[in-house]
């Protein structure tokens, strides 16, 4: 039980904590030391002893301990406690498209939270009903449900849920290095054993087969049938982001499409990332014209202010058993509240207005280009260069090569990072607002820190071929 002097001691410290927050605790040199001191510490002994490790924020010069903290963010840029101010080519791993604190957007979430926070869980959500409409509006072909959840997992287990409601099938078909979230259902479509691995047996219905190759799907289809089970489900990443920064070739989609059509299997394609302008078109789906019976989005949805995610999906996927029992699929108490249901709404509204996806096509060619050009300098180091609109990413021969060169970028306060997979990739993911002079930096600085690992390749660096699974990632 907490004590008297224990209750006092933890009141203190969250004024003074609190008051970083309001500005009420004046932030000196001194206080800026000791905030340092107290991250580190309380992330390795509260969080996890290893947590600093992955982290490139805490590698300063010639191995030295460094600690950055994050501490504002606008526009296209992070500042740190010091006032440094970082160039964002990580985007939040595709959450700030529409940048840092979008005042657009800003004023919105805060205008709904002077009035209404969250929801009562009976009187009905207008803002809910006006977000669903505009999805019906926004997304391909006849998706018409939605169903708003908080993270991109929680999407995934509704997406992988009315696939089987519907379809009757039990099996999921996906792919390898495919990432869809680390809940369970979304762990079994996950595509990678070191994740996987603790925990299994997952969903045991599933199977994976190679992106990029729906004849395997086909088979995988037709094996099951064969044998007498029935499928609910392929899913896909349109791109897979964090397997790699993945494109399949054109037609991949399609394909699936039609093979899904054929065997009556729901296609889901996981649009969490790629999804919100990041690819070049609203959705990635779009850009092959191929829709699915269900999709999911998340990331950028909430603008980079409130977390929502959610799917959408055909109407005949609404069965009778669903529509008598609207709470069957799930019934999160804080999807779709009010004020993530806002953040949705403006940050639509905003990419509409702004042309967000068509900017994300136009910025993320430059990078491209900028980038296959840098390539062909460096070859031996940078192996390729892929992607599409804003989700980039660059591949180099192991792990340990990509995680030097994001450390290295990080340095000269650029962020980028590795997949969750591995950094044998490394992603260059920016806001939609990033400027030329910031583009023109970025390819200057990928361009040296290349050349000078180049030299350091020459003299014998990073000759394992080991990438520490998920350690390295970030
Ligand atoms: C394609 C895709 N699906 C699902 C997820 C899981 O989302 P979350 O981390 O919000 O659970 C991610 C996250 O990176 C993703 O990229």
Redesign the pocket.
């Known amino acids: 039980m907490i004590t008297m002097s224990d209750k006092q001691a933890v009141l203190e410290e969250l004024d003074r904590v609190l008051g970083y927050v309001t500005g009420d605790t004046v932030i000196d040199a001194h206080e800026i030391e000791r905030i340092k001191k107290e991250t580190v510490d309380n992330l390795g002994t509260y969080i996890n002893p290893q947590f600093l490790e992955i982290r490139k924020s805490t590698k300063g010069d010639d191995g030295a301990f460094n600690a950055v903290i994050e501490w504002r963010d606008e526009g296209e840029f992070f500042y740190d406690i010091e006032g440094n101010q970082y160039i964002d080519c990580l985007g939040g791993?595709?959450v700030f498209t529409p940048g840092h604190r979008n005042p657009e957007i800003v004023k919105i979430v805060k205008a709904q939270l002077s009035r209404l926070g969250l929801h009562s869980q009976e009187l009905l959500e207008p803002l809910r009903a006006y977000l669903a409409k505009t999805m019906e509006l926004i997304t391909p072909g006849d998706l018409q449900y939605a169903f708003f959840t908080n993270?991109?997992?929680?999407?995934?287990e509704m997406a992988l849920k009315l696939a089987r409601l519907y379809t009757g099938g039990k099996w999921y078909i996906s792919t390898r290095n495919?990432?869809?979230?680390?809940?369970v259902g979304?762990l079994t479509a996950t595509g990678k054993a070191f994740t996987r691995k603790p925990f299994t047996p997952l969903i045991p219905t599933s199977y994976h087969v190679p992106y990029n190759n729906a004849p395997a799907v086909r088979d995988a289809i037709e094996n099951l049938m064969d044998v007498g089970e029935k499928v609910a489900a392929v899913i896909v990443?349109p791109i897979q982001?964090?397997g790699g920064v993945n494109v399949p070739d054109p037609g991949y989609l399609s394909e699936l499409r039609k093979i899904c059509n054929t065997y009556d299997v729901c296609l889901i394609f996981?649009?969490?990332?790629?999804g919100m302008g990041r690819t070049g078109t609203m959705w990635r789906c779009e850009a092959e014209q191929v829709v699915p019976d269900i999709m999911?989005y998340?990331?950028a949805f909430g603008g980079g202010i409130v977390?929502i995610?959610g799917i959408i999906a055909k109407g005949k996927l609404w069965t009778d058993e669903l529509i008598k029992n609207p709470n069957l699929l799930g019934s999160p108490t804080f999807g779709g509240n009010p004020i993530s249901c806002a953040a949705a709404l403006a940050t639509i509204t905003y990419m509409l207005k702004h042309r967000t996806p068509e900017t994300c096509k136009v910025k993320g060619g430059k990078i491209l280009n900028g980038l296959k050009g840098i390539q062909k300098k460096h070859p031996s180091v940078l192996l390729d260069v892929r992607g599409a609109g804003l989700l980039i990413g660059m591949q180099f021969k192991n792990g340990k090569i990509g995680f030097h060169v994001a450390t290295e970028l990080f340095k000269r306060r650029i962020l980028t990072a590795g997949t969750?997979i591995n950094a044998t990739t490394i992603r260059i993911e920016p806001t939609a607002l990033i400027s030329d002079e910031s583009i023109e930096k970025l390819l200057f600085h990928v361009d040296e820190v290349l050349a000078k690992t180049e030299a350091l390749i020459a003299a014998g660096k990073f000759k394992e071929n080991v990438a520490k699974p998920g350690s390295d990632a970030s």
């Not at 993270?151 to 995934?156: K, L, N, P, S």
């Not at 996981?270 to 790629?274: A, S």
Request: glycine share 20%; proline share 3%; charged share 30%.
């Open positions: 791993y595709g993270g991109g997992a929680e999407a995934v495919a990432f869809h979230g680390k809940t979304a990443e982001g964090e996981d649009e969490i990332q790629t999911t998340g990331k977390p995610t969750e």
